[in-house]
């Protein structure tokens, strides 16, 4: 361990963090949550209208116990 050396990232870092995890989300989550919503009888315009129901990402983020 030395002192002052530290760690640095490249510029493209969180883009390419993003798109692996944007790919992972499709290919392995999102079909599981579609089947979900199959066998709920949740349709795509339900779904909608839900997702705008939400409460903000930073609402939810700020008000955690």
Sequence with gaps: NK???GYFISAEAFAKTRDLKR???IEEQLPIFYHNMQLLGIDLEE????IRDLPDIQTITTNKN
């Excluded at 779904?47 to 839900?50: D, G, K, R």
């Design 23 to 25: 790919a992972e989300f």
């Design 3 to 5: 002192r002052g050396v």
């Design 47 to 50: 779904l909608e209208a839900l």
